[in-house]
């Protein structure tokens, strides 16, 4: 199986600050990882699809980058509605595998 | 718009097994894979497997062969996915979700299993 190592898996941020989180695959998984954001009893909400693609209504201060084994999604402002987990989810192989998550709030 | 619907949460025994439902609409529940999902505290997301509803061709993670089996009734947009020989580790909450183009573009709400005696 491949293991997504997701990173950091908690961290604090402050309003209007940049925010990085960074998914390693175990192997190349040729750009097939998506993003998901989830808040406390919801279900997930797609944010980020094929490593950088933006997924409809997602707003803009969200992207994602990388390609291989490396990824990372980017808040270029974070914003108090933000404050949420996050997770990878690679797609490149079966079993599809998620990330451990990274929660995220506001410091 | 598309939404999938699922069903109720569950209490059941252990050693009993329950069947959870995704009703979807807004799209063409044929053509597109339905995915299950497991999410326990502490354990984060697990894919379970998926089904094709309309050719009922399924995959399953390795690690849930034996423990869970899919259906889906394309008359009433309906997938369906039972837990068999039900312990507390199957305590969770399961979430389907629908495949598109290698991810996931929409979700149900979730339903919640919780195993006890």
Redesign the interface.
Known sequence: DIKMTQSPSSMYASLGERVTITCKASQDIKS?L?W?QQKPWK????LI??ATSL?DGVPSRFSGSGSGQDYSLTISSLESDDTATY?C?Q?GE????????TKLELK | QVQLQQSGAELMKPGASVKISCKATGYTFSSYWIEWVKQRPGHGLEWIGEILPGSGSTNYNEKFKGKATFTADTSSNTAYMQLSSLTSEDSAVYYCAKETAYYFDYWGQGTTLTVSS
């Open positions: 097939y998506s998901y279900s997930p909400k797609t699809y094929y997924a997770y989810l797609h079966s079993p599809l595998t998620f990330g451990a998550g």
